[in-house]
């Protein structure tokens, strides 16, 4: 098989693998332990874990506390996340390929131009 059929058939994988996706969340999931400090006690005791979602929106970081019932629903989301942002990379990757291939075989080729030199000063001297 060739390679342009290969990235084709790769391509139509990944629009299923996209389309198979549900839910997502925006965002890291960070664990936060809190210092508590109680009456009588010289040091703080460690309260948690406490779960996080985090991400950036205008220009400022908005988070929000994660309850544990939902604590396993939002780990797979963000993780539906990181693998459509990966699917969409490869898709990227090899839609560009395909592009250079095509135009390959229509012998369109892609040449680099050169900016000329410029004279120095001491050259016309």
């Not at 942002?85 to 898709?91: P, Q, V």
Request: hydrophobic share 30%; proline share 4%.
């Amino acid at each position: 098989m060739n390679r342009i059929k290969q990235i084709e058939q790769r391509r139509a994988e990944i629009i299923g693998q996209l389309g198979q996706i549900r839910s997502m969340e925006l965002g890291t999931l960070n664990e936060q332990m809190l210092p508590v400090r109680h009456k009588g006690s010289p040091e703080p005791v460690m309260r948690g874990p406490y779960y996080v979602l985090a991400r950036w929106v205008d220009g400022k970081t908005r988070s929000r506390r994660v309850a544990k019932d939902e604590l396993e629903q939002v780990r797979h989301d963000v993780d539906n996340r990181k693998r459509f942002d990966a699917l969409c990379a490869e898709f990227k990757e090899l839609t560009h390929e395909l592009g250079v291939l095509e135009r390959e075989q229509q012998g369109i080729t892609e040449e680099v131009k050169k900016k000329p030199r410029r004279r120095s000063n001491k050259a016309s001297k």
